[in-house]
């Protein structure tokens, strides 16, 4: 018992040996060491490389790896502390979580996984939110360069006349300049930003506007839409669409503008904030066209689009169809999309490790595999195998009264090709991605739509616009995609890029055929869309450049494009400005030179040419139709006067550079079906007894 008394700080040998240890560390140095020691010995083989690499280590560059191992400490922190009720408490219990996780990485891992298999709105909003906390946004505060000297300001945005809705938008301002400077200003940057649709505001995707308001010098207005499920689909669409149509029109004076113009706009969007986008751009183009057929003037579309590693598509599958592959296969792209094929091939090669692999070369030509009868397979190429041949008639008569299985047996006798290999989506390829699972989509898309909507996915082109008609995505702005290789949403990116390149191309190839082009004009994909895929990472990785810092390069080149894409939109400009001053000079001319219609019937090969003397009513969407005053779309008075052909994009003509202009004499027709009418007036006026100007003759 005296033992035990006298040796109550422990062994002598141990009392002997912390007083020696006291003398040379400090009691925060003790707390490092050990730490130190628990990690090293929970890692151990790990460090000396004893342990089998990480498999999703291989999957990312080091640099994103790293990041997003921090951010799933993060999350298995916050999520941890997340039940705790006294906000100073859980937020300090959540740093403390945070640390040991980072330590505990298979726990964390563990906790994540957990966690994500029985999400709820609130998990995703703890996640999602956790950057405005106290103490993670004075860290990340304090590894943000300066970039601006103002802050953001929060303003709100009243509803247009013609909105269902009263209640005004809430948005914040990033804009380094006194609100005074903003009169000077044309141009505005309209981002809408990502959260899954349930989750973030502007305030936790501070880096990238602060980014661009300080490269661009220009405003951006970033919108802080009211998200699911308390308000289900459509109700942020329409916010997004009402604040695009307040802004046209108040001529920006809604943010601090002028008035003076009607502003050019450049949209943004990053992950469900690019569906939104995507969509507001449509439900645009689509109000035009219906404007068009009412005789009301139309709302001009934005100058661009920037999509962030947007999801486009709410209707997730295992596998693409014949028609999304092949946009994908493109030879065109090929190059550019020949890692997101590699991919797709290594999600067979892992299945069958002892199987042949065909080479690139092979894939390239996709033989036909025959399907015989007996139910064995056998290659197109086989030589040694004779040739199918069609069924004889007798064989048909035995059949014949059985249709069903003679349309089995026919089919059977067809070549079909195996296309499965490449075909399975990157949502599947992806599945266990570290940022974005097929459980967080599908909760999102749950609460997206709500409890009472019964949306059709294969058709509603404003929740999934990967549908979108080719009659919209032809008339759609220039658009830029930025997305990670191993994002689990590029297909989106992959195959809204190549429905959008293909529709520019057969508008364009449409209107040289109907000679409104001249035939030396060449269709130019970069005038209207780029892509840019960055290998080795996944999605959202410009939420949190602080830990992954060549997130910045990223920013930084979402600005050049929005530079370049409003650099093109005046060089457009001055372009139209000078043919309508060159039009005006030669009005007298014309006058004198005045063709008939009843001559372009032996022309056809030349493009219709009309007086400029001809009074047109501009429904083109055009920045001319909102010179002055008020847009007239809100007032549905049609402006009177000479059309103003618009410079065209995609257009690179031999020898002429910057605003190639068609020849003067020429005015652009409002539509192809315009150009169809007059020319069938053309040949049928004489049989008519009409003369040129439309009167009868007696």
């Given at each position: 018992m005296e033992n035990t008394l006298r040796n109550k700080n422990g062994p002598p040998i141990l009392r002997n040996v912390s007083a020696g240890l006291s003398k040379r560390l400090s009691a925060w140095q003790t707390m490092v060491i050990t730490l130190l020691w628990l990690y090293i010995s929970r890692n151990f083989a790990k460090i000396v490389g004893l342990e089998s690499p990480e498999?999703?280590?291989?999957?990312?560059?080091?640099?994103?790896?790293?990041?997003?191992?921090?951010?799933?400490?993060?999350?298995?922190?916050?999520?941890?502390?997340?039940?705790?009720?006294?906000?100073?408490?859980?937020?300090?219990?959540?740093?403390?979580?945070?640390?040991?996780?980072?330590?505990?990485?298979?726990?964390?891992?563990?906790?994540?996984?957990?966690?994500?298999?029985?999400?709820?709105?609130?998990?995703?909003?703890?996640?999602?939110?956790?950057?405005?906390?106290?103490?993670?946004?004075?860290?990340?505060?304090?590894?943000?360069?300066?970039?601006?000297?103002?802050?953001?300001?929060?303003?709100?945005?009243?509803?247009?006349?013609?909105?269902?809705?009263?209640?005004?938008?809430?948005?914040?301002?990033?804009?380094?300049?006194?609100?005074?400077?903003?009169?000077?200003?044309?141009?505005?940057?309209?981002?809408?930003?990502?959260?899954?649709?349930?989750?973030?505001?502007?305030?936790?995707?501070?880096?990238?506007?602060?980014?661009?308001?300080?490269?661009?010098?220009?405003?951006?207005?970033?919108?802080?839409?009211?998200?699911?499920?308390?308000?289900?689909?459509?109700?942020?669409?329409?916010?997004?669409?009402d604040v695009y149509q307040t802004l046209i029109a108040s001529q920006g004076r809604c943010i601090g503008l002028s008035g003076a113009t009607i502003p050019r706009i450049v949209v943004t969007g990053d992950s469900a904030g690019g569906n939104i986008a995507t969509g507001m751009i449509l439900m645009i183009l689509e109000s035009n066209e219906h404007q068009r057929h009412t005789g009301h003037d139309r709302v001009p579309p934005p100058e661009g689009l920037i999509l962030i590693y947007p999801g486009l598509d709410m209707n997730i599958g295992n596998w693409m169809s014949d028609e999304q592959m092949a946009l994908i296969q493109d030879r065109r792209t090929r190059k550019r999309n020949k890692n997101v094929l590699r991919r797709k091939s290594e999600d067979y090669y892992k299945l069958t490790p002892d199987t042949p692999h065909p080479s690139d070369d092979e894939d390239k030509t996709f033989s036909p595999v025959m399907a015989p009868r007996d139910g064995s397979v056998m290659t197109a190429d086989d030589k040694s195998l004779p040739p199918l041949k069609p069924p004889t008639d007798a064989e048909l008569d035995l059949v014949a009264p059985n249709l069903a299985n003679q349309s089995t047996t026919l089919a059977s006798s067809k070549p079909r090709l195996l296309k499965t290999r490449l075909a399975m989506s990157s949502m599947i390829s992806y599945f266990n991605d570290r940022i974005l699972t097929p459980e967080m989509m599908r909760a999102m898309i749950i609460l997206y739509v709500g409890p009472h909507a019964r949306p059709d996915f294969s058709t509603d082109y404003l929740l999934s616009p990967l549908l979108a008609p080719e009659s919209l995505l032809s008339k759609f702005p220039k658009t830029c995609f930025l997305t990670g290789e191993r994002d689990p949403l590029v297909d989106d990116t992959v195959i809204f890029a190549g429905r959008l390149r293909q529709a520019k191309h057969n508008h364009f190839i449409q209107r040289r055929e109907l000679g409104l082009l001249n035939h030396k004009d060449t269709f130019d994909e970069k005038d209207h869309v780029e892509v840019t895929l960055i290998p080795g990472i996944s999605h959202g990785f410009l939420q949190f450049v602080s830990v992954f810092p060549e997130g910045w390069n990223h920013i930084f080149r979402c600005a050049r494009w929005i530079d370049e894409i409003f650099e093109a939109s005046e060089e457009r400009a001055k372009t139209a400005e000078a043919m309508h001053e060159g039009m005006a000079g030669e009005k007298y001319h014309q006058r004198h030179h005045f063709r008939m219609p009843t001559e372009s019937s032996g022309d056809e090969d030349r493009p219709l040419e009309m007086s400029a003397m001809s009074t047109s009513n501009s429904l083109d969407g055009g920045r001319d139709d909102y010179a002055n005053g008020e847009p007239s779309y809100f007032t549905h008075k049609r402006r009177q006067g000479p059309s103003r052909p618009r410079g065209g994009r995609g257009l690179r003509r031999k020898g002429i550079k910057n605003g190639h202009q068609r020849e003067k004499s020429l005015v652009s027709l409002a539509s192809e079906e315009d150009l169809l009418g007059r020319r069938m007036k053309g040949l049928a006026g004489g049989l008519m007894g009409m003369s040129h100007d439309g009167a009868e003759t007696p």
């Open positions: 498999p999703l280590a291989n999957l990312y560059t080091r640099s994103y790896f790293r990041a997003t191992w921090i951010t799933t400490a993060l999350d298995a922190g916050f999520w941890t502390a997340m039940k705790i009720r006294t906000k100073w408490l859980r937020d300090l219990a959540s740093i403390i979580f945070t640390f040991y996780y980072l330590i505990a990485a298979e726990q964390a891992d563990e906790k994540v996984r957990k966690v994500r298999g029985l999400l709820t709105v609130d998990h995703l909003r703890v996640s999602w939110h956790k950057s405005t906390t106290p103490y993670l946004s004075f860290v990340t505060r304090a590894m943000r360069p300066k970039l601006t000297r103002y802050p953001p300001r929060a303003i709100r945005i009243p509803r247009p006349a013609n909105s269902a809705y009263k209640d005004p938008i809430n948005a914040w301002l990033h804009f380094d300049g006194p609100l005074s400077a903003l009169k000077t200003h044309t141009k505005i940057v309209l981002d809408i930003p990502g959260g899954g649709f349930v989750a973030m505001n502007p305030r936790h995707h501070e880096d990238k506007l602060l980014g661009w308001a300080a490269r661009l010098e220009l405003p951006v207005l970033s919108l802080d839409y009211r998200k699911a499920p308390e308000y289900p689909y459509p109700f942020a669409l329409n916010e997004c669409y």
